[in-house]
């Protein structure tokens, strides 16, 4: 099946510093990628859609300029989040269909704790 | 807000036993996924069904869909430790392939 890998899976930062989160289709091309974030022992939260090559489309209530989605290339999606604060700790999770699937493709997740 | 709905939220049986967990929506689909998600790790796509579908296998899994009542079960035959996971329904929002999941149910097989 499809892989999509994301990097890093976990990382620490400080308060009012940004953190990149990549995600990456490996073995198939993907025109659209999803986040979501995933709080303890909760569903997934749809964050955004990220579109190769146009702006990403933001669910209602995320702060598109606290966080960035790039969508540069068909195979790599990145989530940046700007000046973090220890509420913006959380489970991030980028998803991808393969072109004209229904079934989606996760990555496995990154744990992010802004301390 | 969710779109699917799991019942239970917590199942713990012993294995091979099977476990039913059950799905509910709201609108008109056209189609319905089940996705397990180990502890901290993501979400694995286990089987897709199609709204003109009533019923699917794949393995010990088994889904079925009842589209006049929306609502959906996945059941898990002769469980194994390994099927320990949540499980989630999801379905289509918005575009055809955005999707929402519903609340997952936390399935604890013992050995």
């Known amino acids: 099946g499809a892989v999509v890998s994301q990097h890093p899976s976990w990382v620490i930062c400080k308060s009012g510093t940004s953190v990149k989160i990549e995600c990456r289709s490996l073995d198939f091309q993907a025109t659209t990628m999803f986040w979501y974030r995933q709080f303890p022992k909760q569903s997934l939260m749809l964050m955004a859609t990220s579109n190769e090559g146009s702006k990403a489309t933001y669910e209602q209530g995320v702060e598109k300029d606290k966080f960035l989605i790039n969508h540069a290339s068909l195979t790599l999606s990145t989530l940046t989040v700007t000046s973090a604060h220890p509420e913006d700790s959380s489970f991030y999770i980028c998803?991808?269909?393969?072109?004209?699937?229904?079934?989606?493709?996760f990555g496995p997740g990154t744990r992010l704790t802004v301390t | 807000s969710q779109q699917g709905e799991e019942d239970p939220q917590a199942l713990s049986i012993q294995e091979g036993e099977n476990a039913t967990m059950n799905c509910s929506y709201k609108?008109?689909?056209?189609?319905l996924q089940w996705y397990r998600q180990n502890s901290g790790r993501g979400l694995v796509h286990l089987i897709l069904i199609r709204s003109n579908e009533r019923e699917k296998h794949s393995g010990r899994l088994r889904v079925t869909l009842d589209t006049s009542k929306k609502s959906s079960s996945l059941l898990i035959t002769a469980s194994r430790a390994a099927d320990t996971a949540s499980y989630f329904c999801a379905t289509p929002g918005g575009s055809n392939y955005k999707l929402t999941f519903g609340k997952g149910t936390l399935l604890t097989v013992n050995p």
């Open positions: 609108t008109s689909i056209n189609n």
């Open positions: 998803s991808a269909p393969e072109t004209g699937m229904y079934e989606q493709y």
